[in-house]
């Protein structure tokens, strides 16, 4: 059985940072992709990084150069710091596992929800201005 947990959340003022974690179980992360979306008010769910099983990460273009994309295959965990964080970065943040092969070339918010196979419940990012 899979699970994907998502930790780290919380409210921030802009400008600020945060780490969020997802501990993976049951799950092989030499399957193609990993990644990270999210979900504002009111808003699609959006890609917004991924990580291949060579290492490659790719961004969104609304999030490159702040967020970065890890994972910690010894510790079972996907990681996602944030900095210089926006009020526009307010939303639901998911982990999503088993990835199509799609992640080696578009970009993160190009992928869509039902190209992940696992899904975490989520936890919630604000930020104040």
């Known amino acids: 059985q899979v699970e994907l947990v998502e930790s780290g959340g919380g409210s921030v003022q802009a400008g600020g940072s945060l780490n969020l974690s997802c501990v993976y179980s049951?799950?092989?992360?030499?399957?193609?992709?990993m990644g990270w979306f999210r979900q504002g008010p009111g808003k699609e769910r959006e890609g917004i990084a991924v990580?291949?099983?060579?290492?490659?990460?790719r961004y969104a273009t609304s999030v490159k150069g702040r967020f970065t994309i890890s994972k910690d295959d010894a510790n079972n965990t996907l990681y996602l710091q944030m900095n210089s964080l926006k009020p526009d970065d307010t939303a639901m943040y998911y982990c999503?596992?088993?990835?199509?092969?799609?992640?080696?070339?578009?970009?993160?918010?190009?992928?869509?929800?039902?190209?992940?196979?696992?899904w975490g419940q989520g936890t919630q990012v604000t930020v104040s201005s």
């Open positions: 999503a596992a088993d990835g199509p092969l799609q992640c080696y070339t578009d970009a993160p918010d190009a992928l869509k929800r039902d190209d992940f196979g696992y």
């Open positions: 990580i291949v099983s060579d290492g490659t990460t």
């Open positions: 049951g799950y092989t992360s030499n399957y193609n992709c």
